[in-house]
């Protein structure tokens, strides 16, 4: 390394450091790190979800349709002749959202009744229909 000295003598000792080079050096790193850093990207990939904005479905009402042990049939609790029943279906099935169907029989209902009102559902245009039961003791 070259070290400046004040007069002509080279005995003599000169204890200050030329800095120049170093601070060269120094900026030339200073340059690459500059330009190379933008081009290291240590990204993750992610999916995040996407908020859309949807208008709310309203759920569609339930009929409880229910058989008791002699064959009478109650719509939502109020009893039914057949002729009724098909009338109401009819209409219930115009709804718009259409309407499910709950049919709950007692154990001991003939399985006739049960089909009869199966069938009106068909012929009244009804899509869907469940069967609700009783859950039995432990």
């Known amino acids: 390394m070259a070290m ?3 007069s002509d003598n080279e005995d003599d000792f000169n204890p200050e450091i030329n800095t120049t ?13 500059i ?25 569609p009402d339930s009929i409880q349709v229910a058989i008791d042990a002699q064959g009478k049939v109650f719509w939502n609790g109020a009893p039914v002749n057949m002729a009724e029943l ?20 007692a154990r001991t209902t003939q399985y006739e009744s049960v089909a009869q ?3 009106a559902a068909q012929r009244g245009g009804l899509g869907k229909m469940g069967f609700v039961t009783d859950p039995q003791p432990r």
């Open 86 to 105: 098909d009338a109401r279906i009819a209409a219930a099935s115009r709804r718009e959202p259409q309407p499910e169907l709950h049919l709950s029989a």
């Open 35 to 59: 330009i190379t850093i933008p081009v290291i990207n240590h990204s993750v990939n992610l999916d995040l979800p996407r908020a859309v904005s949807q208008p709310l479905e309203t759920k």
């Open 117 to 119: 009102v199966m069938a």
């Open 21 to 33: 080079p170093l601070v060269d050096v120094m900026l030339v790193l200073l340059i690459i790190f």
């Open 4 to 6: 400046g000295s004040l």
